[in-house]
């Protein structure tokens, strides 16, 4: 027996080993079997992490803050002038977020929106080229909880999977086990960015016939309901045609070997597109304005419609009826404004500048105050009693329907989700 | 690069400190999980291995080797998202090859270092690739060029890292 000591040894160790590989790989929830294990090596692991980091993070706080202040004055001048041409964007930003907001609740879209992020720092990794995975200085004291979506100043990093009492462990998008839902900005494509063997990121299952511009942005398609619509996953860098799909290699917008701090997206809000009557009037206007073949409406005559409105509507406005929009008179919506409105091109949502958008409902007050509007006045030929003629006796004036909540799209027929 | 043969009564057999034993894996093991943040190169160097190979060649304890390489690995492990053993399974057989090539070899020079470190991460490389494809499914890419560039690179550090560890070996 003394002679095969050593080899009976070795045949135990790697039995066992197996063993509990095998009960790992059958159980589905092989984190929880192998829980306790994994916690006692992060707790001997980390604490030597976060000290470094924090002596280095303070280290580098106290030179940069105290006494390296050269250059101070001119960076402030410059980042001053910086805010200034961001405000401007911010502005035509925030005009291209409530119209798509406007579009999206009239189809009766669902939106998320970050409602809350918790910063973190990294302190460390996996240390293997196999597992793609970081750890972060903030756990489930923290607020932190599984599949919560993490995020740099770039754009998306990846998901928590494992989460501890100081820290968790973060799944990076360029992992094999990592899957985030992602579309192409400007084709529209959708599909699934996952990570290979080789460090990649690639988003397959494209049809080889579409086709797909090298440098166009992906985001997120908010279909996974872990990452909000809209985060920025990287751009395409290459395309190569692998018989029936495409293979779109993607380059990731987020330092993914070069993170240190993060934001884990601890809240999030999901609610419809606020549906008032007069932001639908004005989206309504605009979707007018790209149908010119629509007929004008046969003028009535009638005076009492005359002073309600009093204001002058314009020819285009009449193209979809106001009573549709309202939700008032469902016979009088016709079914294709609903395609018409799909046809659009759906404009990129900025999570955090949609977030932060409001309702449009302050830019009208009264009926007449829509014809005010410049997207509808290229056709300025007066038309009062048209408008409210088509309008049946019980619908609300515009401004009355402002101030009530705002009514789901799903209820507006035709309007109903593609 | 010389590989000298050594006779059984020339074998010098080596202890560590309780505290070695226990901090030095746990060192290499946190090295390994930082460096990479700040220099991602790093990633190709395996310093448990590296530790492994150290240990089980010092004490020249089959036993001894396979046992510091399961716990190395399984450590190791611990700090992925895979199942715990992959690492575990490849460092025990690890520990236990480069033991038992240490009872046969004079593992103190620079030579027989090089290639030995070489040769044992080439097979741990294999062994791990084998597991993990044949029993955690994972889908891992094998290259031959970046294999044996990170072996030697390895090896190269090995040779420093073995010269440094040298102080901490107390004759048994």
């Not at chain 1, 690639?202 to 279909?223: A, H, N, Q, Y």
């Not at chain 2, 050594?6 to 999980?33: C, D, G, H, K, M």
């Amino acid at each position: 027996m003394g002679r095969y000591r050593n080899v009976t040894f070795l045949a135990a160790a790697i039995f066992i080993q197996i063993l509990g590989l095998a009960i790992q790989v059958k159980r589905s929830t092989e984190n929880e079997s192998s829980r306790l294990i994994r916690v006692w090596a992060v707790t001997a692991v980390t604490p030597l992490e976060k000290g470094i980091v924090r002596l280095q993070t303070g280290t580098t706080d106290l030179w940069h803050n105290y006494f390296y202040l050269r250059g101070v004055r001119q960076e402030n001048r410059r980042l001053r002038e910086q805010i200034e041409q961001l405000q401007l964007e911010q502005v035509r930003l925030k005009q291209d977020a409530d119209q798509a907001r406007r579009l999206q609740g009239l189809l009766g879209f669902k939106e998320q929106f970050i409602a809350k992020t918790t910063a973190a720092q990294v302190i460390g990794s996996s240390g293997s080229e196999q597992s793609r995975t970081v750890y972060i200085d903030k756990g489930s004291r923290d607020g932190i909880e599984p599949s919560m979506a993490v995020i740099s100043s770039q754009g998306v990093v990846g998901k928590v999977i494992n989460v501890f009492k100081s820290t968790a462990q973060v799944l990076l998008i360029n992992d094999q086990q990592s899957g985030v839902g992602a579309i192409l900005e400007q084709s529209r494509l959708q599909g699934v960015l996952k990570g290979k063997a080789s460090g990649e990121t690639v988003i397959d299952k494209i049809m080889s016939e579409e086709e797909v511009k090298l440098g166009d942005r992906v985001l997120t398609s908010g279909g996974d309901q872990i990452f909000p619509k809209g985060l920025p996953l990287g751009t395409v860098a290459r395309v190569t045609k692998g018989g029936e799909f495409l293979q779109v290699i993607i380059k990731p917008a987020a330092e993914l070997s070069h993170l240190e701090e993060v934001l884990v997206i601890t809240k999030k809000e999901e609610h419809a597109a606020p549906v008032s009557t007069a932001t639908s009037v004005r989206a309504a206007d605009i979707l007018a304005q790209r149908l010119p073949s629509v007929p004008d409406k046969p003028q009535m005559e009638s005076p009492a419609a005359n002073a309600v409105v009093g204001q002058t509507k314009p020819q285009n406005a009449t193209a979809i009826q106001p009573g549709a929009v309202t939700g008032s008179a469902p016979q009088t919506k016709p079914r294709g404004s609903t395609n018409a409105t799909t046809a659009q091109p759906k404009p990129p949502l900025d999570a955090s500048g949609a977030a932060k958008s409001s309702p449009a409902k302050t830019q009208v007050s009264t009926p007449g105050a829509v014809t005010a509007k410049p997207t509808v006045i290229a056709t300025p030929e007066p038309k009062p009693a048209a408008v409210k003629a088509s309008v049946p006796p019980t619908s609300k004036p515009a401004a009355n329907a402002a101030q009530t909540p705002s009514k789901p799209a799903s209820e507006i027929p035709g309007d109903t989700p593609q | 690069m010389a590989v000298t043969y050594t006779s059984r009564e020339q074998i010098e057999v080596y202890r560590f400190s309780l505290p070695v034993a226990v901090l030095a894996p746990l060192l290499a093991i946190f090295f390994q999980a930082f460096i990479p943040l700040r220099f991602p190169f790093f990633s190709i160097f395996d310093l448990p291995l590296l530790v492994v190979i150290f240990f089980a060649m010092a004490r020249r304890s089959p036993v001894a080797g396979l046992l510091t390489g399961a716990c190395i690995g399984l450590l190791q492990d611990s700090l992925t998202h895979h199942p715990i053993g992959v690492y575990g399974i490849a460092k025990t057989f690890v520990g236990y090859g480069a033991s038992s090539l240490g009872v046969k070899l004079d593992v103190e020079s620079v030579g027989t270092r090089l290639l030995v470190t070489t040769t044992f991460y080439v097979i741990h490389e294999v062994l791990y690739f084998l597991i993990a494809r044949g029993m955690v499914r994972l889908d891992l890419h094998w290259s031959w060029p970046h294999e044996l560039g990170s072996a030697i690179a390895n090896a190269i550090l090995g040779v420093f890292l073995f010269a440094l560890m040298d102080r901490l070996k107390q004759r048994a």
